[in-house]
């Protein structure tokens, strides 16, 4: 199956394995990926946003 451009919700959920509740806080903190919302209410993540948030929280390894 090919991958998917765009990550539902429950797909990110999943991913990161954190209740609905946390990715609402984080949104409305601002520390959520950058995502879309489609007009009828469903919540969208491109794969690339996605990666590129997971990325810049990635800690440094120690020396």
Same mark, same amino acid.
Do not use: I
């Given at each position: 199956m090919p $991958? *998917?451009?765009?990550?539902t919700l429950a797909e990110f959920l999943t991913e990161l394995?954190?209740?609905k509740s #946390? &990715? &609402?806080?984080? *949104?409305?903190?601002?520390?959520?990926? $950058?995502n879309y919302k489609l007009p009828n209410g469903q919540l969208r993540i491109r $794969? #690339?946003?996605f990666e590129a948030w997971m990325a810049s929280?990635?800690?440094p390894q120690a020396a």
């Open positions: $991958r *998917k451009d765009y990550l394995d954190v209740p #946390t &990715f &609402f806080r984080w *949104k409305a903190l601002g520390q959520a990926p $950058r $794969r #690339t946003d929280r990635e800690e």
